[in-house]
C-alpha cells in the first residue's frame, strides 16, 4: 500500500513539467504572479471561467501569452494592459473604477444603505415610545384613597 | 403612509425591467474593444504562398472586410455564401485571415467551396487572431480606408444582419468618400 502511494507521487511528480511546460522559463516568485494573474483573467469563450480554469483552446493561448510576457520581464500592469487592449475590458474579473463601471463598484453599498434606512424607518414605526404618563395628581389620589377606605365600610354596613 | 406601498411597488417594477433587460441580451455578445481605433498591424505569409506576404498596409485607399475563418470551422461554412454575395453586391474586396488552420486543409476547403477572398493572411498559431481580439472563429471586420476598424461582426453573419447591417454601412462607408 505504502509503495503505491509513492508510486503514485512519483508519477504525479514527474508528470508536472510537461503539464505546466509553458511556465519551464518562470522563476518563483514570477509563477506564482502568473497563477494570481490567470485566475484574474476571465476566458472570452468559455465566459464566467477564468483562464487559468478553462481548458479552452484560446485560453491556453492567453496562458501563453501570460507565461511568455512575464518571462520577458514585463509588470502585471502591463500584461493586463496588452490584453484588454485586444479584447476590452472585459477579460478582467476585477474591471477598474470608470465611468461605465461606477454602477458596479458602487451599486451594492448604495442598495445596503437604502435597505438600511429602509429597515430604520420600518423600526421606529413599529418601537414608538410609550405615551408620556400624565404627572402625579396626590390631591386626586389622597381623594380616591379616601372614598375607598371608606367606601367598603359603608357597603359593609348596608349588606349586614 | 402611502409611500410604503408604493415604494415595493417601484422597487420591484424596477428590478423586474432590469431583470428583463439582462435576459434579452446576448452574452456571449461582448463589445469590441476596437471600433474606431486603427486596425492592428501585422505581417505574415499568404495561404498561397509562404514566399509572399500581407501586412496591414494591405487597408490603405480601400474599404475592406477582413473575414476570419478557418476550415475546421462549421459556422464558417455556414457564412461563407453570404461573404461571397457582399463582395459582389458592394465590390467591397475581402481579406481572408486563415486562423490556426493547417495550408492543406484552408487551400482544400477554398477548393472545395468556392474563393471569395482576395487574399487570404496564412496565421496558423493564432497570433495575428490574438493581435485582433478574436475569441471564436468566424469574425468579420469592416475596416475603413484608413486602417480604421469600423464595425465588427461576431459569429457567422445571418442573411438579415447582411442585409439590415452590414451592406448599408459599407455602402455608407463607400459614399463618404
Known amino acids: 500500500m505504502r509503495h503505491a502511494l509513492s508510486l503514485l507521487l512519483l508519477l504525479v511528480w514527474s508528470a508536472l513539467p510537461t503539464a505546466f511546460a509553458q511556465t519551464a522559463d518562470l522563476n518563483d516568485a514570477q509563477l506564482e504572479r502568473y497563477h494570481e494573474l490567470n485566475a484574474e483573467l476571465r476566458c472570452v469563450i468559455c465566459q464566467n471561467r477564468s483562464i487559468a480554469e478553462s481548458d479552452a483552446p484560446l485560453a491556453k493561448d492567453l496562458r501563453g501569452i501570460v507565461a511568455r510576457q512575464l518571462a520577458e520581464g514585463r509588470s502585471d500592469d502591463e500584461i493586463k494592459a496588452y490584453l484588454v487592449e485586444r479584447y476590452g475590458e472585459w477579460v478582467l474579473y476585477d474591471p477598474p473604477f470608470s465611468w461605465s463601471t461606477w454602477v458596479l463598484w458602487l451599486g451594492p453599498f448604495v442598495l445596503l444603505f437604502v435597505g438600511l434606512v429602509f429597515v430604520i424607518a420600518v423600526m421606529r414605526g413599529r418601537y414608538r415610545a410609550p405615551e408620556p404618563r400624565p404627572p402625579l395628581d396626590r390631591e386626586r389620589l389622597a381623594r380616591v384613597l379616601k372614598s375607598h377606605e371608606a367606601g367598603p365600610d359603608d357597603t359593609d354596613k348596608d349588606r349586614s | ?177
Not at chain 2, 56 to 64: E, L, M, P, R, S
Request: proline share 6%.
Open chain 2, 1 to 177: 403612509m402611502r409611500w410604503r406601498l408604493i415604494v415595493p411597488v417601484v422597487v420591484v417594477f424596477a428590478l423586474i425591467v432590469m431583470l428583463g433587460y439582462g435576459l434579452t441580451r446576448n452574452p456571449s455578445e461582448l463589445p469590441s474593444a476596437f471600433i474606431d481605433k486603427p486596425a492592428p498591424s501585422f505581417d505574415v505569409p499568404t495561404l498561397d504562398s509562404d514566399q509572399e506576404r500581407i501586412t496591414d498596409a494591405a487597408f490603405q485607399g480601400n474599404i475592406t472586410l477582413v473575414n476570419v475563418w478557418a476550415s475546421w470551422c462549421v459556422a464558417c461554412r455556414a457564412e461563407h455564401e453570404l461573404i461571397t454575395e457582399i463582395s459582389r453586391r458592394t465590390g467591397v474586396p475581402v481579406i481572408g485571415l486563415n486562423y490556426k488552420d493547417t495550408r492543406e486543409g484552408a487551400l482544400r476547403w477554398l477548393g472545395r467551396y468556392g474563393n471569395p477572398f482576395a487574399v487570404v493572411a496564412f496565421d496558423p498559431a493564432g497570433e495575428v487572431g490574438i493581435d485582433w481580439g478574436v475569441a471564436a472563429v468566424p469574425e468579420t471586420f469592416v475596416v475603413d480606408r484608413d486602417g480604421t476598424i469600423r464595425y465588427k461582426v461576431v459569429g457567422a453573419i445571418t442573411r438579415e444582419e447582411m442585409n439590415d447591417t452590414l451592406i448599408p454601412k459599407l455602402r455608407q462607408l463607400k459614399q463618404a468618400s
